[in-house]
């Protein structure tokens, strides 16, 4: 016999329909290209904004009384690697939040929801660990020898690397913005960390293409739900 809760409201027709799953395979291979450009870019002018310092606020001080105050060729890039960097940021909420999906179409007992994979990179602690796990995740979840379980799947070195450079990267950032040195170091690091993701995301991409090719081979395509556990 069914249990059933007493309190809940009466089931519709519509309510006893088979939910549709909402997940839904996307190829990411033009989207982790166009991520990539962006990365790229960010890096330029983040370059050109070390080698071209912005205005000094001095500067700006004695100029306020000016009717006019051009921007400075430093100020100009500083904009634009503002800019560069904030694309970089949106492009990768619309591109991991969608791999998230891809991997619950091709895999099963995926932890992580497709918002985790984005709104844990900006909780305070936890964004030290979280979003490194929800990554490899989505790695190992898009293993293409679909003959191995998975979860027995390696989490490789780019990924470790990847995310111990954004980490002393943000730390040497900060250093630099209240002391005033290490902006070299920052931009080292920028660069190993936007490398590496550039490597991961297209690696990311392919895996599930090619993961997903390998099932369709097979004659099956596990459910777009699973057991899952939001974290």
Not at 85 to 92: K, R, S
Not at 96 to 114: G, K, S, Y
Not at 150 to 168: E, Y
Request: net charge negative.
């Amino acid at each position: 016999m069914d249990s059933q809760n007493p309190y809940a409201a009466p089931a519709t027709d519509e309510q006893s329909r088979p939910e549709q799953p909402p997940e839904y395979y996307v190829p990411l291979e033009s989207r982790a290209k166009w991520v990539s450009l962006t990365i790229v870019v960010s890096l330029v002018f983040g370059t050109l904004s070390m080698l071209i310092p912005a205005t000094e606020a001095t500067e700006l001080i004695q100029t306020a009384s000016e009717e006019e105050v051009p921007l400075s060729l430093g100020d100009s890039i500083e904009i634009l690697y503002v800019v560069a960097a904030l694309a970089v940021i949106v492009m990768l909420c619309f591109f991991l939040p969608q791999a998230n999906r891809n991997a619950r179409v091709l895999a099963q007992d995926i932890q992580f929801t497709p918002a985790a994979t984005i709104w844990w990179f900006f909780v305070p602690i936890m964004n030290l660990i979280r979003p490194y796990q929800a990554v490899s995740e989505l790695w190992n979840s898009s293993e293409p020898n679909t003959t191995v379980p998975w979860k027995f799947g390696v989490t490789p070195s780019i990924l470790r690397i990847w995310w111990g450079a954004w980490i002393i990267s943000t730390v040497f950032e900060r250093m630099a913005s209240k002391l005033g040195v290490g902006h070299g170091v920052s931009l080292f690091f920028d660069y190993i960390a936007g490398g590496a993701l550039i490597v991961i995301l297209r690696g990311l991409a392919q895996r599930q293409a090619q993961r997903k090719q390998a099932l369709e081979t097979a004659g099956h395509i596990p459910s777009a739900y699973s057991a899952s556990v939001s974290r």
